[in-house]
């Protein structure tokens, strides 16, 4: 920004032609450049968007005149998104700057509303607020508190800012007045929430693409419009711990797109936490490493011990893509968490309501980091069944009760597990999605191990990544339920296609199926698509790798023996329906 005004480019730091050769690079390779904006604008005579905002009258009001707070440009005021004049302006504000520069979404940050001053303020005579020394979060408005009202002095008092300060201390006065004499008492929490819809408006009405909002203040409806991150963290590990409760409580709130900072926002983390926090982050739905501006760099790279824990865990995130992908598809149509809490899968285990240290994304990969600092292993909770490591699939883990057990953390692993009658649909993976998506795809089928007249199920989505609306019906999308059996020592896989045209004009196809659990095969595998059967399976080859079981006691897998089988040299393509079946 020029100044820290939004809407503007920093003409020495970022010339325009310069940043668009630099856009035109990244988005032509399919990556995405998403700049922050806040909502207080600047007060400046000689800046158009303010000048904009005046002539529109779209600004909170206090006494009738536009409220003024400070916040990183200084003294500014608040657009007032009750108002539909507001979000006329705020889209054309959105437009006239993507003129400029090509951006492909906000982050909208400091939307709660976050005032650097508190009460009544005005602009100081004789001297420059703020002066350019020092933070720029000390109030150097002239202000004066407001408590003659109930609405400022509310009979009610809360432990605001954990100092018992008054209701509307560093945001905006609670007696000031939105559009429709609506006071900000009442309409405060939703002042997020209405920026994100008049941000999403705006971006949907550029080019008519799934527009990307990432908001810090979020209220009730928010993950209908925009992502979320958890705000201000600190590098620590309580903060490391606490961000997994954040993130699962977001999913219950409905904004299933929801992450903290990789790494803690401040103070400067150690390489051992940002190891840590990046083998849990990895796994986040929205994944992000993000710093104060002060602190010192703490990109991933920073540290080669990190770096690698980054290529491990971001290599399985980008892998698991089309299974996320079809979460935020369940999270859309449903309001299913893309992240979730133990006690969604096993409702009926009382054990499981307060496990904050684990978590689940989706139905069926449970996710237990280190959360410690000097430890080299993890106690991690089981319920009952069979688990397969999600990096080295022959190791599996089989409990006929919920047992706590330590598992092997060393400083690059993070445990992941598969959960028994799951059918996961995976790619190569890739440095950015848009060469992820291209690749072919691996179903990962998890039987209970050594069990008999079994089944396991899954689904994916598939879209253009870019429509205003992930759903069935537009003929660009594809939608797909795996379904798998084995018993009377015959093993069947399948699939039932709904609207198979789009996945068939891009390509894709499943070149490898991996089954978990069973007793191998004789060889000889029957494969039909769309009815009708495939006359060469020559090119079709398997291998097996017998199963080792990990902290097995008590003789717990009756002495079983169950096999990682997989098959692979297949041509099967996603848009029609097929039919395997093999002999155990």
């Not at 988005?27 to 604008?41: A, E, F, H, L, S």
């Not at 992240?339 to 684990?358: C, G, M």
């Not at 397969?388 to 690059?412: G, H, R």
């Not at 797909?480 to 045209?501: C, M, P, R, Y």
């Amino acid at each position: 920004m020029d100044g820290k005004k939004d809407f503007t480019l920093n003409p020495v730091n970022y010339p325009r032609p310069n940043l668009l050769a630099f856009l035109e690079k990244i988005q032509t390779r399919g990556m995405k450049y998403i700049v922050i904006v806040d909502p207080g604008i600047g007060v400046n005579s000689t800046y158009g968007v303010y000048q904009r905002g005046i002539a529109n009258d779209v600004f909170i009001k206090y006494e009738g005149k536009p409220y003024l707070a400070q916040v990183w440009p200084g003294a500014v005021n608040f657009p007032d998104f009750l108002n539909p004049k507001t979000v006329e302006w705020w889209g054309d504000e959105i437009r006239r700057f993507h003129e400029l520069v090509p951006v492909d979404g906000l982050w909208i940050d400091m939307n709660e509303v976050s005032n650097f001053c508190s009460g009544l303020c005005t602009i100081p005579e004789g001297r420059i607020c703020p002066n350019g020394t020092g933070p720029g979060w000390i109030c150097c408005l002239e202000c004066k508190n407001i408590t003659s009202t109930r609405w400022d002095d509310p009979p009610y008092k809360i432990n605001a800012s954990g100092i018992q300060a008054p209701v509307g201390y560093k945001t905006i006065a609670t007696s000031a007045v939105h559009y429709n004499g609506v006071r900000e008492y009442d309409a405060h929490s939703i002042y997020g929430f209405s920026q994100s819809i008049a941000t999403h408006k705006a971006l949907q009405g550029l080019k008519g693409k799934r527009p990307f909002i990432l908001s810090r203040s979020t209220f009730v409806g928010s993950g209908h419009y925009a992502a979320h991150w958890t705000g201000d963290n600190q590098g620590t590990w309580k903060d490391l711990r606490y961000s997994i409760s954040t993130v699962l409580n977001f999913g219950l709130f409905g904004v299933p797109m929801v992450g903290a900072d990789i790494c803690g926002f401040y103070p400067a983390p150690t390489e051992e936490l940002c190891n840590r926090w990046i083998e849990v982050g990895a796994f986040y739905p929205f994944s992000r490493d993000h710093a104060n501006y002060y602190s010192p760099r703490q990109e991933l790279y920073q540290w080669e011990s990190v770096a690698n824990s980054a290529r491990n865990a971001l290599g399985m995130r980008y892998k698991l893509l089309p299974y996320f992908y079809t979460l935020n598809y369940k999270a859309h149509t449903t309001g299913a968490p893309i992240a979730r809490p133990l006690f969604f899968s096993f409702p009926n285990i009382p054990e499981l309501y307060d496990v904050s240290t684990q978590f689940l994304v989706g139905s069926s990969v449970m996710v237990s980091p280190v959360l410690d600092q000097g430890k080299t292993d993890v106690k991690a909770l089981f319920p009952s069944g069979t688990w397969y490591n999600l990096f080295d699939m022959s190791q599996a883990i089989v409990k006929k009760e919920l047992q706590y057990l330590t598992l092997d953390a060393p400083l690059n692993v993070v445990n992941v597990h598969l959960y028994q009658n799951a059918i996961i649909p995976m790619q190569h993976g890739g440095l950015i999605s848009k060469e992820a998506r291209v690749t072919p795809f691996t179903l990962i089928v998890t039987f209970p191990s050594g069990a008999s007249d079994i089944k396991a199920k899954g689904n994916l989505f598939l879209d253009d990544d870019e429509l205003p609306e992930m759903k069935l019906g537009n003929g660009q999308s594809t939608y797909i339920d795996f379904h798998a059996t084995a018993s009377n020592a015959t093993v069947k896989l399948w699939s039932e296609v709904q609207e198979g045209k789009f996945a068939l004009d891009k390509g894709w196809f499943i070149e490898k199926v991996i089954v978990l659990g069973t007793n191998g095969t004789d060889g000889a595998f029957q494969i039909n698509v769309d009815g009708q059967p495939m006359d060469d399976t020559s090119k079709v080859k398997y291998s097996t790798t017998e199963h080792k079981y990990i902290h097995n006691v008590e003789d717990e897998v009756d002495k079983r023996h169950s096999m990682m089988m997989d098959i692979h040299g297949l041509e099967l393509p996603l848009g029609k329906n097929f039919v395997m079946s093999w002999k155990m």
